[in-house]
C-alpha cells in the first residue's frame, strides 16, 4: 500500500460506507470481524487515485461539448482507470465554444460534483495562444495570439477556475500573459510553439513553469539550439509533462527523458479524447473528424490527435 509518505508492505485498507477510514500495516490490525475482507493477490498494489491534468474527454464526451452530460460522463468514468481527479481541458476553437466550455466547466465545478465520481479540480486552458506551426490537432484558423483582456474575461466565465494554460510564450503578448498567470498562481506552460532555448529562458523569467506533452509539438533537441526540450531536460524550474502510450513518444525516448528529468519532475498524462473507452472509428475532435484504430488517434496519416490512453 503506497501513503503519500511511504510504502507499507503488508498493508490493510478500512473502508465503512464507502470511505477510507484507516490505512495501516496489517499487524496492528484490530476489530476486523464485522468486516468483508478483500485480499489483494500477490504482486499487486495499492496506490492513491491518479490526477491527469491533461485530458481532453473519454467515453464520447468532450470538456468542448460544453454540457454538464459531458462532464458528468467524464467524471464517472475515470475512475475506472484509477483517475479521481482531473483538469477539464479544453482546446482552440473559435472563442464564443471556448467561452461556453469554460462557463460550463466553471458552473459544474462549483456546483455538480458528486461523491463517488472523479473530481473536477479546475481547468486546463489549452490554447488558442499556440503558434500556427506546431498546431498539431488544434484547428489552425482558431489560433489567436496570447492576449491578456481575453484571458481575464475568460477566467471571468469560469468562476476563477482556469489552473493551467498552454501557451506560445514567443508570440506577441506571451510574456505580459505568462507574468499575469504567475502573479495569479495559475501554471504557465509551454508547447505548440517554435521557441528557442533562449525564448524558453526568457519565458521562465516571465514565470513559465510547466511543459505540456514534451517532444509533440515543440522544438527538439539540436546541438547548437536545445529548443524547448532542452530545456525541459534542464531547467529545474519546469514541471514536465509526457504521454507514455508508446504512441507520442518512442519507449526509449521515454528512458531517456525519464532518466534526465527524473520523478521529481516528469508528470504521466493521457491527453485523451473522447474515443477512450470506445471502439475502433471515427470521432469529433474541435470539429475535426479523428480516425481511431487500435489505439491510435489521427488527423491524418502523420498528424496525432490526442489519445485513447488510460492512466
Do not use: C
Not at 11 to 22: E, H, L, R, V
Not at 88 to 99: G, L, N
Amino acid at each position: 500500500t503506497y501513503t503519500e509518505n511511504q510504502v507499507i508492505k503488508n498493508g490493510y485498507i478500512k473502508i465503512d460506507d464507502g470511505k477510507i477510514t484507516k490505512i495501516g500495516p496489517t499487524t496492528e490490525l484490530t476489530d476486523s470481524s464485522d468486516y468483508q475482507i478483500i485480499n489483494i493477490p500477490d504482486g499487486f498494489s495499492i496506490i492513491p487515485g491518479m490526477i491527469d491534468i491533461h485530458i481532453h474527454g473519454a467515453n464520447g464526451a468532450d470538456t468542448m461539448d460544453a454540457t454538464k452530460e459531458a462532464l458528468d460522463n467524464m467524471s464517472s468514468t475515470l475512475p475506472k482507470e484509477g483517475t479521481t481527479s482531473f483538469l477539464a481541458t479544453t482546446m482552440t476553437e473559435d472563442s464564443s465554444a471556448i467561452a461556453k466550455a469554460l462557463s460550463n466547466a466553471g458552473e459544474y465545478i462549483d456546483s455538480f460534483q458528486s461523491e463517488g465520481n472523479a473530481e473536477i479540480l479546475g481547468i486546463h486552458l489549452e490554447g488558442p495562444f499556440i503558434h500556427k506551426d506546431k498546431a498539431g490537432a488544434q484547428p489552425i484558423h482558431h489560433i489567436l495570439n496570447p492576449n491578456l483582456e481575453t484571458f481575464k474575461s475568460w477566467q471571468a466565465l469560469s468562476n476563477n477556475h482556469i489552473k493551467l494554460v498552454t501557451l506560445a510564450p514567443e508570440l506577441p503578448g506571451g510574456g505580459e500573459v505568462l507574468q499575469y498567470l504567475k502573479n495569479q498562481d495559475i501554471i504557465g506552460s509551454i508547447a505548440h510553439s517554435q521557441a528557442t532555448y533562449d525564448q524558453v529562458l526568457e519565458a521562465i523569467e516571465n514565470g513559465l513553469s510547466h511543459v505540456t506533452h514534451l517532444f509533440n509539438q515543440m522544438t527538439g533537441l539540436h546541438h547548437r539550439d536545445p529548443g524547448i526540450v532542452g530545456a525541459a531536460f534542464l531547467r529545474d524550474e519546469l514541471m514536465v509533462e509526457i504521454i507514455v502510450d508508446g504512441i507520442h513518444v518512442r519507449p526509449e525516448i521515454v528512458d531517456l527523458a525519464y532518466n534526465q528529468i527524473t520523478d521529481e519532475r516528469m508528470i504521466l498524462i493521457t491527453d485523451s479524447m473522447r474515443a477512450k473507452w470506445l471502439k475502433n472509428g471515427v470521432y469529433d475532435l474541435g470539429g475535426q473528424m479523428v480516425t481511431v484504430k487500435d489505439g491510435h488517434a489521427l488527423l491524418d496519416e502523420n498528424t496525432l490527435a490526442g489519445s485513447v490512453l488510460k492512466m
